[in-house]
């Protein structure tokens, strides 16, 4: 599977309102996420990826938030 990583996306006041992060970075099974300003979510939590690879299949990973 590849991704289609994009540098546009949703904006920060969305990004805030929604409590979303953005994939930074992929390294073999660690995803990088970046979240605005005290919405980190805590150790052990899900996160959940959704979007479409460049074949535009879906993606919906379940993610768990680690160190």
Known sequence: MR???TTSGPGVGTLEKENLGRISQIIGPVLDVA??????????????????DTLEQQIN???????
């Open 61 to 67: 990973v379940t993610c768990e938030v680690q160190q």
């Open 35 to 52: 979240f605005p300003p005290g919405k980190m979510p805590n150790i052990y939590n899900a996160l959940v990826v959704k979007g479409q």
């Open 3 to 5: 991704l289609n990583p």
